[in-house]
């Protein structure tokens, strides 16, 4: 059972925008950034938005991360095929001192 | 190039000790934290602990503390990562990830990833 909480799967066509949630709690999310990884099975993970909101260096503008209270969003707009991987969100736990992941989201492009 | 490269797949007994080693290139190693991470077969992400290159300081998940051990060598640029006592859900893809100087506890470089095989 993870720690945070995300949808197992998502589905959408391509050129659409999809929303993936991450819900958690005050002592994780609520206090702390959110990141989130895409993982391609086979690969490593890869960091997309951290700080919330904050794209690294060569990551698409179409990846675009948002946070209310305790929970948080990543919108990929303009869908590809190549989009099509699992997506993790993760923050610190101030009360479990340490770094929390949520189950993870595969998304699939129809 | 900067990058972490990891030692090769395991095969262990269940009760054995395994350790992952994580070399570092291409940055200043001690300015840097390193976190591990293990992801089961099909499984999702789940953090082992992390470490300060430079002061050597550890932190473990609370799940496993009394069994991981995480060090780091500065003159060979590497970290290990040793976990004892095995059992056969210890089975997963071992990643290690350095911790952006930028964001706390933001994974933005990965290595490979190790298989460890508990069985």
């Known amino acids: 059972q993870s720690v945070l909480t995300q949808p197992p799967s998502v589905s959408a066509a391509p050129r659409q925008t999809v929303t993936l949630s991450c819900s958690g709690s005050?002592?994780?999310?609520?206090?702390?950034?959110v990141n989130w990884y895409q993982q391609v099975p086979g690969e490593a993970p890869k960091l997309l938005i951290y700080y919330d909101d904050l794209r690294p260096s060569g990551v698409s503008d179409r990846f675009s991360g948002s946070k209310s209270g305790t929970s948080a969003s990543l919108a990929i707009s303009g869908l590809q095929s190549e989009d099509e991987a699992d997506y993790y969100c993760a923050a610190w736990d101030d009360s479990l001192n340490g770094q929390v992941f949520g189950g993870g989201t595969k998304l699939s492009v129809l | 190039q900067v990058q972490l490269v990891q030692s090769g797949a395991e095969v262990k007994k269940p009760g054995a000790s395994v350790t992952v080693s994580c070399k570092a290139s291409g940055y200043d190693f001690t300015l840097y934290a390193l976190h591990w991470v293990r992801q089961a077969p099909g499984q999702g992400l789940e953090w082992v602990g992390w470490?300060?290159?430079?002061?050597?300081?550890?932190k473990y998940s609370q799940r496993i503390q009394d069994r991981v051990k995480i060090t780091r060598d500065i003159s060979a640029t590497t970290t290990y990562m040793e976990l004892t006592n095995l059992r056969s859900e210890d089975t997963a893809v071992y990643y290690c990830?350095?911790?952006?100087?930028?964001?706390?506890?933001?994974?933005?470089?990965w290595g490979q990833g190790t298989r460890v095989s508990v069985s």
């Open positions: 470490i300060s290159a430079g002061s050597g300081s550890a």
């Open positions: 005050s002592s994780n999310v609520g206090s702390n950034g």
């Open positions: 990830a350095r911790e952006s100087v930028a964001a706390a506890a933001t994974c933005d470089l």
